[in-house]
């Protein structure tokens, strides 16, 4: 064999190797803050619109991982929701949403007997999400900006952490991933924030399994799946921990599952540089 040819046939196997691998779609902007700590937070609200609210509500999946993560311990976990369908950050009075006596004042167990909550603080962390376009587009990028730290701020005011979360592409607009990992990332360091880069999983997911449908027919909102792999990627980042293995699996099935957990878990790592 020619050196010539040996080397044409190496070259063909490293593309090979390349065009076979796993993508990483990688946030540009690293994030600086990128844990919450070892206490991570116990009670959350998830403020946003039906990105959050599809497929039963994001916060309940959510809820269901940490309580599954630590059985013994699982009353002491709470998560609430609060979404207006097309919202933007502007459109949610966040300072309401710690008055007294209102949301999540009371919850019910299991078998239905009604609590009422009397904690210290009424949220340990507030998870945040703008309307999908808005971090990006051109007439809303500054009403993103403004309420970012607004809103922020007024988290902190009430003794919980302001939690940024990074929301996808549109299914036919691949190009809006970058464009809002880079909005979120600079939105958290500005506001020392934690950002959760569900965006960047959704990327990783369809680089690695593009058969496995993450949207509605909209293209837009999540699938089950995609609601799903979301949730994992808040699960990790909220807690620092892996969710490959959690038993709460949604309804979905169990290889489905650990393929979303493990993309969650990689991109979270990957995200944080850790």
């Known amino acids: 064999m020619s050196r010539t040819l040996r080397v044409m046939l190496v070259a063909v196997a490293t593309l090979a190797a390349m065009a076979s691998a796993p993508v990483a779609v990688q946030a540009q902007t690293k994030p600086k803050v990128t844990s919450l700590g070892p206490d991570f937070p116990k009670t959350e609200i998830f403020i946003g619109n039906s990105f959050f609210y599809f497929n039963n509500s994001m916060h309940s999946h959510v809820l269901a991982m940490v309580r599954a993560a630590d059985p013994a311990n699982r009353t002491s976990y709470q998560a609430t929701s609060v979404t207006i369908g097309g919202s933007g950050f502007e459109w949610h009075d966040v300072e309401s949403y710690f008055r007294p006596n209102a949301i999540a004042s009371y919850s019910f167990d299991d078998n239905n007997n009604i609590i009422f909550n009397k904690r210290e603080r009424l949220f340990d962390a507030a998870i945040m999400m703008d309307c999908s376009q808005c971090p990006i587009h051109p007439k809303l990028k500054s009403v993103f900006t403004e309420y970012a730290k607004k809103d922020a701020d007024i988290v902190r ?16 607009k691949p ?8 909005a979120y990332t600079v939105a958290g360091n500005d506001n020392n924030a934690l950002v959760i880069p569900a965006g960047l999983a959704f990327a990783r997911m369809r680089a690695k399994q593009p058969e496995l449908n993450l949207y509605q027919p909209d293209r837009r909102h999540p699938s089950m799946a995609g609601t799903y792999l979301a949730s994992c990627v808040v699960f990790t980042a909220l807690t620092g921990r892996s969710p490959v293995g959690n038993p709460y699996l949604a309804g979905l099935d169990e290889a489905t599952a650990k393929m979303l957990q493990t993309a969650a878990w990689e991109t979270v790592q990957d995200y944080y540089g850790k």
Do not use: R
């Open 157 to 172: 005011a009430h003794g919980a952490k302001p939690v940024f979360f990074m929301s996808w592409a549109y299914e036919d």
């Open 175 to 182: 190009e809006m991933t970058q464009q809002l990992a880079k």
